[in-house]
């Protein structure tokens, strides 16, 4: 795949942790501001709970919207990265617990990660298919795309078959935010983790109530490791109404946490006033 920049609007209190930390949050699908989004369901299962997402655009051109929803009035930047920012892991022959997988793969996901028995991330390897990153589909009405997206069978006291299509969750927006033009990353979370419960002949009935119950996760967001050279090719806008001392700001970071990184002024500043 070859390179490209998409971009992110946010404040520079968020742009501190980024460089800082040199990770992009993931929220909660069921926190963000779309609230019809959020509610999403099926079959009783908030499923929206389980879905984490980092929301950007393609869209080189800087979006005025975007700039009043997501920087505020002022204090705002906007951050251009390629997109294959995240950080790779070779896994091999990955034990857990009792059991040892032969064998390797490349994931974004940490192998620590991967083996919490308190959640379990689907793992992501690639850029290619649209589970991971997509653009957003704007239709009338996410309901249908929705409520059917799982199915429980054979279902006999606490024991059931369980079919999760986990796309339509993080796909759809109503029209009405077609603005955005977002393209987002996604990672679906599920409460607990299978690789754990391979052994358990009950793990299908854990699995399947676990996600009739709405379980809780045991976090509300999730902090995605950058690959080490991320920086090297940030650029990062300020806001259209930037003062000068949160250009100060802006530069102070960068020197510190990416001193190759390219600081831009906003190609609105003299024509659009965000107050």
């Known amino acids: 795949m070859i390179d490209m920049k998409i971009y992110h609007y946010t404040n520079i209190e ?3 942790l980024i460089l800082k930390n040199q990770t992009i949050r993931f929220n909660r699908l069921d926190k ?6 959020g509610n999403a369901e099926s079959w009783g299962v908030k499923f929206c709970k389980y879905v984490f ?14 700039w009043k929803m997501y920087s505020g009035n002022t204090g705002g930047i906007r951050i251009a990265l390629e997109q294959e920012m995240f950080k790779e892991y070779l ?13 390797s793969m490349i994931s974004k996901i940490s192998p620590q990660d991967m083996i919490n028995p308190n959640f379990f991330i689907i793992p992501i390897q690639d850029y290619e298919n649209d589970l991971f990153y997509r653009h957003i589909k704007y239709v009338d009405d996410i309901f249908p795309f929705t409520k ?14 369980i079919i999760v299509d986990m796309k339509p969750f993080g796909y759809y927006k109503n ?3 077609k603005f955005q033009d977002e393209v987002r990353f996604v990672l679906y979370v599920f409460p607990i983790n299978p690789l754990l419960e391979s052994s358990n002949p009950k793990m299908n009935s854990i699995v399947v109530q676990s996600l009739l119950n709405n379980k809780s996760l045991p976090f509300d967001y999730y902090d995605m490791k950058l690959k080490d050279d991320a920086f090297k090719n940030l650029e990062i806008t300020l806001s259209p109404s ?3 001392s949160q250009e100060t700001i802006v530069r102070a970071l960068v020197d510190k946490y990416a001193p190759k990184a390219k600081i831009k002024e906003s190609s609105l500043g003299k024509v659009v006033r965000l107050k």
């Open 32 to 37: 963000v501001d779309d609230i019809e989004e």
């Open 242 to 244: 930037a003062t000068e």
């Open 91 to 103: 896994i091999s022959d990955l034990k857990i617990e009792s059991l040892q997988s032969e064998g």
């Open 175 to 177: 029209n009405r935010w």
């Open 14 to 16: 968020a742009l501190a």
């Open 53 to 66: 997402v980092s929301c950007w655009t393609d869209k080189k051109e800087e979006n005025i919207p975007l």
């Open 148 to 161: 059917d997206a799982i199915q429980v069978n054979n279902i006999q006291g606490n024991r059931g078959d």
